[in-house]
């Protein structure tokens, strides 16, 4: 008998028996919710038309037939990533216009198992790991649990593992503490819809107007509750590309790291995990900012000459929400005192002299020559009203040390 002709007896049964039946003849093994459904349930009548039902390529019409409007995931920024592709599009594609195709795509969703198990006969609700597996590193996620990233160089991969990665061990959010996992604030009908977060601070919390800090008005006016929450965050201040080549061992010699996969490799100038810089988000509130990134390209594929070498291609900020909310994270003189939190550092300041080194900035944080993304940085002059000290300032000041002290039992100690 032919071997189509087989196929497709297989397919026939398989659409009218429900696929534990089918399992038990040792073809497929399905388990958990979906163990009771035929395979044209999910796959239609021929599955060989629609062999992968939980794909982008088919907006998941095998799992939209029941779970309807959940492609709509497929319009989102975990999929289309536009904001990526457009720094991209301004940087990297100016020198390597693969670079997107060929180093960004890894954590994109594309399929439903991206995040529900990747066996499709085992599918499964979305774990927190699976969520940490791509939100990690330099991007929103893990610091939640309180890991940080190392160094790259491999003289710092030392110390626990977190998901096989090395980290540092930090203080984790307060919410993590206490249970609270990834989707209580994250649901699936948030992110469908385009949202961050189906949950805000004030949702759950409404501010205490014995803290001192919640007492003036400015504070809760202007800025974000995570502006003084965040207890800490990291932070990656000069991303550089090196180009090597496909299979070339020149990494390996002169980086002291294992052969490169691709063409680059990536390290990094600084990495930081204290408080992040501040600017205004696009709510026009203050918030925690950070580097989009900081990208430089070489282009070593000339062997001991480099081709390209150390070329910033890119310096843009981003407001965002760092996941380490405590309570009692920073005293009054970090945010109005400090200069290089808003990327006002003066000359005399810096500790890092990249303008010596050729990298094209002045200073990581000095606002010339960089930008913001959907927002913007604090002007001097905004910056002026920060550090005004009137008589309001001074007693909250000392308040709070009293309070802090313990010495004033009419303040929370929050």
Partial sequence: MPWTIVFSVLILLCSELPLTAVAASGQIRLEGVHSKLACADCHG???????????????????????????????????TRQAEKHFVDQTFSQVDPEFYANNCNSCHVADCLDCHGGNGHKIAGATQEECLSCHKGYFVGREYLGWAPREDHPRYQRG?????????????????????????????????????????????????????EHGIAAHMDKLECYACHSAWAPQEYGSFYLRFGHNNREAEKAFKTPPLKG?????????????PPLGINERERYSPIRPQFISYYSDLRGGEFPLVENRLLGAEWKAFFPHTIRTGTVMCDSCHDDRRRYL???????????????????????????????????????????????????????????????????????
């Fill in 45 to 79: 009548a021929d599955v060989s038309l629609t062999p992968q039902p939980s794909s982008l390529a088919v907006r998941a019409n095998g799992c939209t037939s029941c779970h309807q409007g959940y492609d709509q995931i497929f319009d989102q920024a975990m999929t």
């Fill in 160 to 212: 626990p593992k977190h998901l096989g990665e090395r980290a540092l061990k930090m203080r984790p959010d307060l919410h993590a503490e206490l249970g609270m996992e990834c989707k209580d604030c994250h649901s699936m009908k948030s992110l469908i819809a385009g949202k961050k977060s189906a949950q805000t601070c004030e949702g759950c919390h409404q501010p205490d107007p014995a803290v001192i």
């Fill in 263 to 275: 063409e680059y490799l990536l390290r990094t100038y600084l990495r930081k995990q204290d408080a």
């Fill in 344 to 414: 006002l550092e003066e000359p005399e300041d810096r500790l890092y002299r990249i303008d010596l080194d050729g990298l094209g900035l002045m200073s990581f944080w000095n606002q010339q020559g960089q930008t913001i993304h959907h927002g913007s940085f604090v002007s001097p002059e905004q910056f002026s009203q920060i550090t005004k000290k009137d008589a309001d300032y001074t007693k909250a000041y000392i308040k709070r040390w009293k309070n802090l002290l313990g010495h004033d039992a009419s303040f929370s100690r929050e």
